[in-house]
């Protein structure tokens, strides 16, 4: 397995006005991060409108990226509500090349039963072919991954690692202080990148990194020496990812286009960037040198 890389891009999924996967824009943005200094690539994430994807899809994203770069760190998302579903998209990413998968928190039918969420991840991790990462993501799911539960699961031998959205740097630094010894915590918050990672984190999987790789990598390395030493860099990319980030996935995508991805359109009922969505990111990144 290639070395676990400290930022990996949520990468976006490029789709056509159709609604079908643009596979060779797909590794068009792949080569094009890798050029960067992208390592490693989280595919079908939230970012990546990975509940949207369909059977098969995971495997045709993993293996057109891995013909492109064979020596990415490829994670692959998994969107499941059931322990049936879950295991069924972890087969299919096995079986195009993943190197791990990161299994989002079920919540549909268990929002109110949070004692049925660890069993979940116990359940995928004893029988997954894969290494397993939790991921906690309360502004897409309304559940948070308690801390203790995250901690607990940090001992099974099979879960590797965590992607924690939720952007509170405290409650990360406890998780990294409690877990299980080689257990990476991934930051998903663009803004919690600094403190976290100077407060033991060991990186950060963002939707930024698919519009400002370079500035991600920067805040990882100052924030591994301190967090005051990533400050400025920090600051710089908490105004960028919020003024991207809040007007949604679309901005995002078209934040992408503009450093020279080919993004393509959100899968419905996901909308597209507007006119004044695109002139809006377009200011954000000039404004953050990232033109």
């Not at 020496?225 to 990319?237: I, K, M, N």
């Amino acid at each position: 397995m290639p070395p676990v890389p400290r930022i990996m891009p949520a990468l976006v999924t490029p789709f056509t006005r159709g609604g079908d996967i643009d596979l060779d824009a797909h590794a068009h943005n792949v080569g094009a991060l890798w050029g960067r200094g992208v390592r490693g690539f989280l595919l079908g994430g939230s970012t990546g409108e990975g509940p949207y994807l369909e059977p098969g899809e995971r495997r045709s994203l993993i293996e057109a990226a891995r013909q492109v770069r064979r020596r990415a760190h490829l994670v692959c998302g998994i969107a499941a509500e059931s322990l049936r579903g879950a295991l069924s998209q972890i087969e299919e990413a096995a079986e195009g090349g993943a190197d791990a998968v990161l299994v989002m928190t079920p919540t549909t039918l268990v929002r109110r039963r949070p004692d049925a969420v660890p069993p979940f991840f116990m359940d995928v991790a004893d029988r997954a072919p894969l290494p397993v990462l939790m991921y906690s993501v309360p502004a897409v799911t309304a559940y948070e991954l308690p801390t203790d539960a995250a901690i607990a699961l940090s001992h099974h031998e099979n879960i590797v690692g965590m992607k924690d959205s939720g952007g509170n740097a405290v409650r990360a630094t406890e998780i990294v202080g409690r877990a299980a010894d080689g257990f990476h915590l991934h930051i998903g918050a663009s803004a919690a990148l600094a403190l976290s990672i100077g407060g033991g984190a060991f990186g950060a999987i963002t939707a930024s990194a698919n519009y400002a790789p370079g500035l991600n990598i920067a805040v990882a390395n100052a924030a591994r020496r301190s967090a005051r030493s990533a400050a400025p860099h920090q600051a710089v990319l908490t105004e960028l990812s919020a003024a991207i980030e809040r007007r949604g996935l679309g901005a995002v995508k078209a934040a992408a286009g503009a450093i020279g991805l080919e993004a393509g359109r959100p899968r419905r009922p996901m909308p597209p960037a507007t006119a004044a969505d695109r002139r809006a990111v377009t200011a954000a990144l000039q404004a953050a040198g990232a033109l």
